[in-house]
């Protein structure tokens, strides 16, 4: 793996990115940032985009360009455990896989500053690249599995966080608890007796085996590519079954849209794995047996972001909303057979990507 991604170049000479308007006082603060930090004066600042948590900057010095993700919220621990997953990417393979963490501080506010990649994203080129270059994309995550995931949570820290949905109840306003039960017949009780039905199958049949380091953030917007795969997203890495990363990963391509397709993408796993020891056969027969637990995880993950993002931005960003739902739709039939009728109220709050409602 280490020699295929040093023999390949990672650079894209197309740099066209859509960028958002950056506000004065946003250019005043990232000025002065990397002033202190570098003591280099900024040349340029494009806003990359915005996500609730924060907000993303490219900024030009010179012929330098850098990424700085800044967070004004109490979620500093998403730029802090980023901060730290990278390091720890670049510990195993150097500036292989992700961008190269460059630094990170905590305040009044929170910023960390990566370097820029100078590649486009998957999204972008083409989805048929990666099928066009199966066994490098798989000799990539099997890279990012290996890293050492000793140090990094667990998978009930995200399944804490991912049931923490249920605190929004006393913080969010009066009347989106209202629309939550006018539009989608759903009230905070309901949602907790549903959440609790997914964890007690979870808990009950998931198992701390084969413990990877899983980056839930692979998708085709955070995955660049030009000769070789690097992936610019590591906020969200937990130590987790290789069944439920390469399920994660299948959900998030749609590889999982055809048993022929998800085969292909296994074989080719085990085939440039260095870290299995069974032959793809039995690989993917035991990956079967794990389907629908590891399922049940991905649901919660979709459902409980399809909540929040309604909770706080409504229908805005409707190309998340469709995602979520395509996703949902391939999960749905294991999810019923926990949920039984409860499964039409959790159909409404994916149903609202064709409504115009919230």
């Known amino acids: 793996m280490e020699k295929a991604i040093l023999d390949a170049p990672i650079l894209d000479l197309d740099v066209s990115k ?14 002065d940032i990397f002033l202190k930090e570098f003591e280099k004066n900024v040349d340029d600042i494009k806003k990359i985009n915005s996500k609730y948590a924060y907000d993303s900057f490219r900024v030009d010095i010179g012929n330098e360009s850098y990424v700085i993700k800044i967070l004004y919220s109490e979620f500093s621990f998403i730029l802090k455990n980023e901060y730290r997953n990278l390091n720890l990417v ?55 599995h290996e ?3 000793s140090k990094i949570e667990n998978l009930q820290t995200k399944l804490d966080f991912n049931n923490s949905i249920i605190d929004l109840e006393s913080e969010i306003e009066q009347k ?20 609790e039905k997914i964890n007690k199958y979870i808990s009950d049949n998931y198992k701390e085996e084969n413990l990877v380091f899983c980056n839930f953030e692979l998708r085709n917007s955070t995955i660049l590519f030009r000769d070789i795969f690097k992936c610019i997203n590591f906020e969200n890495c937990y130590a987790a079954d290789l069944h439920l990363s390469l399920k994660n990963i299948s959900s998030q391509f749609g590889f999982n849209l055809s048993e022929q397709i998800e085969n292909t993408f296994l074989r080719s796993y085990v085939k440039m794995s260095r870290i299995v020891s069974v ?7 035991e990956y079967r047996c794990k389907e629908k637990v590891n399922r049940c995880i991905i649901f919660l993950d979709i459902f409980t972001d399809q909540l ?9 960003n409707s190309e998340k909303l469709y995602k979520n739902f395509d996703r949902y739709n391939h999960l749905r039939s294991d999810i019923k057979e926990i949920l039984g009728d409860d499964i039409k109220k959790v159909d409404k709050i994916f149903n609202v990507a064709f409504t115009n409602k919230v």
């Open 176 to 195: 989106d608890i209202l629309d939550l039960n006018n539009y989608f017949n759903l009230n905070f009780k309901k949602l907790k007796e549903i959440l």
């Open 90 to 144: 670049n510990e195993k393979y150097p500036n292989l896989l992700s961008p190269t963490a460059l630094k990170f501080k905590e305040g009044d506010f929170c910023y960390l500053i990566t370097s820029f990649e100078f590649a486009d994203s998957v999204k972008n080129i083409s989805q048929n690249c990666i099928f066009q270059n199966i066994d490098l994309f798989t000799s990539f995550i099997d890279a990012i």
């Open 18 to 31: 859509n960028f958002c308007d950056v506000e004065d006082s946003e250019k005043e603060l990232i000025t």
């Open 147 to 149: 890293v050492d995931s």
């Open 308 to 316: 929040f993002h309604l909770l706080t931005l409504g229908n805005k």
């Open 279 to 285: 032959d793809s056969f039995n690989f993917i027969n």
